[in-house]
């Protein structure tokens, strides 16, 4: 799967949770697969994983929100490569 699948499928997965009016438990599930997959990408250190762990906190819709605009940055700014 390259890395533009991977945010992809994230990206998805949190419109799915929006969808559900922001269920927090399906949320929760989003915000650590996506949170891992940020960092799988680009690190722990790097300002995307800073900004989705501070931005990206609570079960609402703007968390939700701000996760997705972090993952679609990232989708157009990493380097195409296969992870």
């Known amino acids: 799967m390259t890395v533009i699948e991977k945010i992809d499928d994230a990206i998805e ?3 799915s949770v929006l969808e559900s009016d922001v269920d927090p438990a399906a949320f929760r599930r989003w915000r650590r697969e ?4 940020v960092t799988a990408l680009v690190g722990p250190d790097h300002p995307y994983s800073k ?3 501070q931005f990206v906190s609570e079960p609402e819709s703007r968390n939700l929100l701000a996760g ?3 993952l679609t940055a990232m989708r157009h700014t990493v380097p195409l490569r296969v992870a």
């Open 34 to 37: 996506a949170f891992e997959c």
């Open 68 to 70: 997705e605009g972090i």
């Open 51 to 53: 900004y989705f762990s």
């Open 13 to 15: 997965a949190g419109w």
